[in-house]
Nanobody, 117 residues
Framework: QLVESGGGLVQAGGSLRLSCAAS????????MGWYRQAPGKQRDVVAV???????AYADSVKGRFTISRDNAENTVLLQMNSLQSDDTGIYYC?????????????WGQGTQVTVST
């Protein structure tokens, strides 16, 4: 129910934009975010955004990445600038929804980002 796009291969210092679209059947979407899993490491948060636009970033990406969302389109974007080799990994979109007082969590299939030096 989450479709990601925008990954790829980029040289260090370059930019990429990731996009994640949630299906229209999802209701009451609250927090949306991006997570990253580097080779051999656990999946960690990169950036999250609340429904009203409050954002939080991992220290390693502050000032370089920008997360945004379109509530009408149920999409979340991650603009990544000044990419570094440490940014390499699989990026996953995560969406939290609420239905009848219960929280549901959805993950995208992941999109590969590779930064070459």
């Amino acid at each position: 129910q989450l479709v990601e796009s925008g990954g790829g291969l980029v040289q260090a210092g370059g930019s990429l934009r990731l996009s994640c679209a949630a299906s229209g059947s999802m209701s009451s979407i609250s927090t949306m975010g991006w997570y990253r899993q580097a080779p051999g490491k656990q999946r960690d948060v990169v950036a999250v955004i609340s429904r009203d636009g409050n954002t939080a970033y991992a220290d390693s990406v502050k000032g370089r990445f920008t997360i945004s969302r379109d509530n009408a389109e149920n999409t979340v974007l991650l603009q990544m600038n000044s990419l570094q080799s440490d940014d390499t990994g699989i990026y996953y979109c995560k969406v939290d929804t609420w239905d009848w007082g219960k929280k549901y969590v959805y993950w995208g299939q992941g999109t590969q980002v590779t930064v070459s030096t």
